[in-house]
């Protein structure tokens, strides 16, 4: 399998970790791309041009980080452990809704820092407030559920 990333992608980063958690660093080839360029090596298995991408084989890509993850976690072997996302129903529906908010706050930190890093006068104030907000939200709700 080839996993296509950027260093700094925190969407790359969660795969590559349920890569070496579950135990298949070593049958997943990591390969470091340049976004935003037509030589994007992704763009030869994704139409999308994104990462992560985890090039199974000819007939399967997969590109988004939570289904990458899924993927990881399913093919694991049970020598690596309990898999990451409890398979009791109840209990994985609680794990996929954490993990749906942790994507969204992931989304807003990009968002957030995308703003800050344009020019001072170029910035809005509204997105800032709107990602500052919703990031305070993520965290309340990740902290109310730490405590049940």
Aim: aromatic share 4%; glycine share 6%; net charge positive.
């Amino acid at each position: 399998m080839k996993l296509f990333i950027t260093p700094n992608s925190p969407y790359a980063r969660r795969a590559r970790i349920v890569a070496r958690e579950r135990g298949l660093f070593s049958r997943v080839e990591e390969v470091a791309v340049t976004l935003r360029s037509p030589a994007n090596l992704v763009l030869e298995s994704s139409p999308l041009g994104r990462v992560p991408t985890l090039v199974v084989g000819p007939n399967l890509v997969l590109t988004e980080s939570s289904t990458i993850c899924a993927y990881l976690d399913s093919i694991a072997d049970a020598s690596a452990g309990e898999p990451l996302t409890p398979t009791e129903p109840a209990e994985r529906l609680r794990a996929l809704a954490a993990d749906g908010r942790a994507v969204g706050l992931l989304d807003c930190a990009i968002t957030w820092l995308r703003e800050l890093r344009r020019e001072a006068a170029q910035r809005s104030a509204g997105v800032l407030a709107l990602e500052h907000a919703r990031a305070g939200r993520c965290l309340d709700a990740f902290e109310i559920g730490a405590t049940k």
